[in-house]
């Protein structure tokens, strides 16, 4: 009989690093998320795909026709993608994403404290949800008596992150 190696965690170092997504509409898709949150088009893969990427990254965000030209996002009570968020190293850099949002009258669908992060959610052209957020310092965090996280939900005061400008 054998033995079933020990099952180990993935290592803290491991990261999740890019999305891909299939959209209806190739050159929407790039103008969202190229005027709208700022990404910089690295390349298009022939007429049917592109990558886009903040820094000099290869790519964080992938975009496809590849089987969905046209097509139109999950109904209501179907599986799939909730949102990709997407990770700001400071407060005032969510801000300066808040910012082109607006200038792009982008609408949003909330934004909220959750302790540990502040966030931002909207859509994207093809629905799928897209959250903008930093991590608050880790000694920040709200914990309970017995050390575990105890994440919230309050209303993020957009006016004040404003101010990190």
Do not use: C
């Amino acid at each position: 009989m054998s033995q079933t190696p020990k099952q180990l965690p993935p290592d803290s170092q491991v990261r999740i690093g890019h999305v891909h997504l299939k959209v209806a509409d190739l050159e929407r898709a790039i103008a969202f998320y190229r005027d709208g949150l700022g990404f910089r088009l690295t390349q298009r893969y022939g007429r049917n795909a592109a990558f886009l990427a903040a820094g000099g990254y290869h790519h964080h965000i992938g975009l496809n026709t590849w089987e969905s030209t046209g097509g139109s996002p999950p109904p209501p009570g179907s599986t799939g993608l909730y949102h990709l968020a997407i990770l700001y190293p400071t407060r005032a850099e969510l801000a300066y994403g808040l910012q082109r949002l607006i200038r792009a009258n982008i609408p949003l669908e909330g934004a909220a404290d959750h302790g540990v992060s502040e966030a931002i959610y909207l859509r994207d052209p093809d629905g799928n949800g897209v959250e903008l957020y930093w991590d608050k310092p880790q000694s920040q965090w709200p914990r309970t008596a017995d050390g575990e996280l105890a994440m919230v939900t309050h209303p993020l005061n957009l006016d004040a992150l404003l101010k990190e400008i």
